[in-house]
């Protein structure tokens, strides 16, 4: 197997984003994780309502293992990146790192190194990943 493709995605905080200090809430970070996993799947031409509705299945978070180094602010402009780590037979799990520009260098806010199962949309049991996605990220 090739090596995987790497995905950016632009994220800027808003104060809907921020506790009271202005700092990004712990949770929210996950959200902009999320938004890079479906723009990059979109990227590729995988549409996650078109996959449930033809191929008969859906991505689900298994599990995610996160370190927050460095706080992200209201305003700041993030960016998300992302790396296939493993594709197998019914998941695929990655890391996804979200770094801010300061002074001309990037640095690592925050870490994680996300699961995502397969599931089949009708009763969610595991299902194996079609060929459509397993040839997107080989592309």
């Known amino acids: 197997m090739s090596e995987f493709p790497v995905f950016t995605w632009p994220v800027r905080v808003y104060w809907e984003d921020t506790d009271a200090g202005g700092v990004v809430y712990y949770a929210n970070y996950l959200k902009f994780l999320e938004r890079a996993r479906t723009e990059w799947l979109s990227a590729l031409g995988l549409e996650q309502d078109r996959l449930a509705q033809e191929e008969g299945v859906v991505f689900v978070v298994r599990r995610v293992e996160v370190d927050y180094l460095r706080p992200a602010r209201f305003n700041d402009?993030?960016?998300v990146v992302s790396r296939l780590s493993a594709l197998n037979r019914a998941s695929l799990e990655m890391t996804?790192?979200?770094l801010?520009?300061?002074a001309g260098e990037?640095?690592?806010l925050?870490?994680?190194a996300v699961k995502v199962a397969?599931?089949?949309h009708a009763d969610f049991r595991p299902a194996k990943?079609?060929?459509i996605v397993t040839?997107?990220?080989n592309r």
Request: hydrophobic share 55%; aromatic share 4%.
């Open 77 to 79: 402009r993030l960016t």
């Open 96 to 98: 996804q790192q979200i």
């Open 100 to 102: 801010r520009e300061a």
């Open 106 to 108: 990037k640095v690592v």
């Open 110 to 112: 925050l870490e994680a």
């Open 118 to 120: 397969c599931v089949a």
């Open 129 to 131: 990943i079609p060929a």
């Open 135 to 137: 040839q997107a990220f």
